[in-house]
Each structure stands twice: as C-alpha cells, then as structure tokens.
C-alpha cells in the first residue's frame, strides 16, 4: 500500500511562491491519475490539478497560469509550484494518487495561508 506525504506548506505573502512536495512510500508510476486537492475553511475539498496518464493536466480556473504540477516517476514526487500566491488560496493542500480501478490515495494534508 502506497504512502503519500505532503510537505512544503507554511506562511506566504501575497504575490509570493511556494513549492509543496508529496512523497509517496512506493512506486506512483503505477498510478493513473495524481494531483492536488484542497480544502478552505467552511468549503469542500476542491480539485487543484490532476494529471491523468497519457492525458492532459487539468487544473482549476482559479489557479490556471499560476500553479504547475510536475510528477517525477523516477523520484516517486509530484511536487506542486505556486506562484502570485492569493489569500484565497489558503487551505489545506492533499496530495491524491489514484488507480484506474477507483481506488484512491490520499496524504496527510499540509496547511498553506496566505497572508501579509
């Protein structure tokens, strides 16, 4: 069973970056989608990115341009690039791996606010 950890969050100002990495315990080549998920205060858990084997990436409206997700097989890594950081962009990020049967993975989460 594969173990994924999120790390990376903290405190950033608006207009600033910051890079969240998750680190799964196994292989994530086997995975068919990962992405990155999260979730606001008082809000449901929202999609941020996913990549989807031998597809696109698919990322949310409000993060288009900003964000980049790159997934390292080799490294068994997705790390997530945030750039000209929101404050509504505070929230606990998920990092999600999940298989073409349904099932899913999910890490601990990790707490990003964005403030001055």
């Known amino acids: 069973q594969v173990q994924l950890v999120e790390s990376g969050g903290g405190l950033a100002q608006p207009g600033g970056s910051l890079r969240l990495s998750c680190a799964a315990s196994?292989?994530?080549?086997?995975?068919?989608?990962m992405g990155w998920y999260r979730r606001a205060p008082g809000n449901e858990r929202e999609l941020v990115v996913r990549?989807?084997?031998?597809?696109?990436?698919e990322y949310a409206d409000a993060v288009k341009g900003r964000f980049t997700i790159a997934r390292d097989n080799a490294k068994n890594t997705v790390n997530l690039q945030m750039n000209s950081l929101k404050p509504e962009d505070t929230a606990v990020y998920y990092c999600?791996?999940?298989?073409?049967?349904?099932?899913?993975?999910w890490g601990q989460g990790t707490q990003l606010t964005v403030s001055s």
């Open positions: 196994g292989t994530i080549a086997s995975f068919y989608t």
């Open positions: 999600n791996g999940g298989y073409l049967n349904g099932r899913n993975y």
């Open positions: 990549l989807t084997r031998g597809f696109s990436t």
